[in-house]
């Protein structure tokens, strides 16, 4: 039997419209004490990352398009130049985009 580790990599772009209202909603608001504890503008965008690669993209037929769900950070809806955006008056817009999929970067054989 042969066992080996792979790396995996990807690049996602969040984009904040309105910084200020985001950070006062996930980071400074109540929303902080029911899903994560967050520090800084940084740590939501990586936390908003990491939920928005584990949702499923899928196809919301009340909405007619394709979405993504990540839990706790609204529903975005995918646009055809392939960006993800949530708009909500609490936090204000996010732009959520692949800017490099998810791809083996490395492999090696473990004993």
């Known amino acids: ?5 792979v790396a995996m990599e990807a ?24 899903f994560y504890d967050l520090v800084d503008m940084e740590d939501l965008a990586k936390s908003l990352s990491q939920a928005f690669h584990n949702s499923d993209e899928h196809y919301d037929k009340d909405r007619n398009a394709i979405i ?5 950070f609204g529903i975005y809806i995918k646009k055809e130049n ?7 008056e609490e936090f204000g817009e996010i732009t959520v985009r692949y800017e490099l999929e998810l791809e083996a970067t490395d492999a090696y054989e473990v004993n």
């Open 1 to 5: 039997m042969k066992r080996f580790e």
């Open 11 to 34: 690049e996602i772009s969040v984009s904040f419209s309105d910084p200020d209202k985001a950070k006062s909603y996930f980071i400074d608001g109540i929303w902080s004490s029911y």
């Open 68 to 72: 993504r769900s990540p839990e706790g």
């Open 82 to 88: 392939g960006y993800y955006v949530a708009n909500w």
